[in-house]
């Protein structure tokens, strides 16, 4: 998109900010990028996870957020009036669901553009290819979201990016216990 707009600002909600393998893809875009600017806001979901008490001490205080929540607030804290969203229908049943029904256009009646929703994931990383972009981190072979409270990502962590791993047994300490339980599995398997 930045060949065609004076200014674009890009939204990058975090699980745990400034993880370093995520900072790398955020580094590269502001400096081939010069137009666009990044924002980074807490993920909609850590609202629930807060509040619900995941490897954490729950917080029933806490307002339950959802995307729609982040995409007003930062319409209004930017002026902007069109949000672009890199959903699929080919991400879940529930993404088909909701981007089928605006029809044809890939645009909302609420200034929300989907430009990708006909795409598939093998299409997206043909074109970050064809453009030498990098390649998104996998956590797993699994149709891969981000960075969350699942075995997968924390051994890739753990593999990879340790540094990464103990910021977030720092922000939720609680959540070791997903190694933990992998580990001591692991151990009564080679017994």
């Avoid at 980074?40 to 850590?46: A, G, K, R, Y």
């Avoid at 672009?84 to 088909?96: I, T, V």
């Avoid at 890739?156 to 922000?171: F, G, Q, S, V």
């Amino acid at each position: 998109m930045a060949p065609y707009f004076k200014e674009i600002i890009c939204v990058f909600m975090y699980f745990v900010r400034d993880l370093e393998h995520i900072n790398r893809y955020i580094r590269w875009a502001e400096s081939k990028y010069p137009n666009i600017k990044i924002l980074q806001v807490p993920h909609w979901n850590l609202t629930y996870i807060f509040r619900g008490g995941t490897y954490c001490v729950p917080n029933p205080k806490i307002k339950l957020l959802k995307l729609a929540d982040i995409d007003e607030s930062i319409r209004l804290q930017t002026g902007i009036s069109y949000s672009f969203f890199g959903m699929k229908k080919a991400d879940s049943l529930n993404r088909r669901l909701m981007l089928s029904s605006y029809g044809d256009t890939p645009i909302s009646e609420t200034n929300k553009v989907y430009p990708l929703s006909d795409w598939t994931n093998k299409e997206v990383l043909a074109y970050v290819n064809q453009k030498n972009m990098p390649i998104p981190v996998r956590y797993s072979k699994k149709a891969s979201g981000g960075v969350g409270f699942n075995l997968e990502c924390y051994l890739w962590l753990r593999e990879n990016h340790p540094e990464d791993l103990k910021k977030i047994l720092k922000a939720f300490p609680m959540s070791e216990k997903i190694l933990w339980d992998y580990d001591n599995k692991q151990m009564l398997q080679h017994e």
